[in-house]
């Protein structure tokens, strides 16, 4: 399902100030060369992080889906001088493609990049956060949550993306309820009911889930 007619996204995007030409190649060449391009963040979103780290002005940052690196470097436009971004993707196939795309970015010392599970890599990440994005395997949301919500500064951000899994989360849909969509729905209840955060769901692209800790 797509959430806002395509002319409209067109409009949007041609009013939205552009990629830049290193994001614009790992765009290009994750649609020539990896499987499943649809999951890199894109034009749109991905403006819309780096305009969320301008806000934030965040120190350390915690992105949990790595892909090809484009939103890490999205978010990494709007961090302190110093601050580290700590990445974790457990698909080693891409990661010379993606430290070679961190290095061209001028990113190779403020991105700390790991490679395993990401229920195994966040225990070990001696940082607190602030400002996390939740973009990996949908079915471990909500621990990948409870995993961190410690670890984000009070007034921190958690980000989560694809809140909306296409539109499955509808009542309408949910007569044969898919695994993935049943932990997102649990995911949204679970944030929006958690009284250390405040959130916001925007139907941006496949959905951002947006909350503040208090
Ligand atoms: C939607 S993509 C991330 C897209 C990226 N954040 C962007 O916007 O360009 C999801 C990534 O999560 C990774 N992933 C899935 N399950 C994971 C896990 N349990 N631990 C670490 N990475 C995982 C996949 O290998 C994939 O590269």
Redesign the pocket.
Known sequence: MEFIDEELLNYSEEHTSPEGALLRKVNRQTHLNVLKPR???GHLQGRLLAMFSHMIRPNQIL??????G??AICLAEGMQAGGILHT????EELEDVVRGYFAEAGLQDSIKYYIG???DIIPTIEATFDLVFI???KI?NALYYDMVIDKVNQGGYIIADNVLWSGKVLEKYRKKLDEDTAALLAFNKKVHDDERVENILMPIRDGLLVARKL
């Open positions: 999951m890199l963040s992105e949990i889906g790595t892909y090809t484009y939103s974790i993707d457990k698909n599970h990401a229920l973009d990996a395997d471990n």
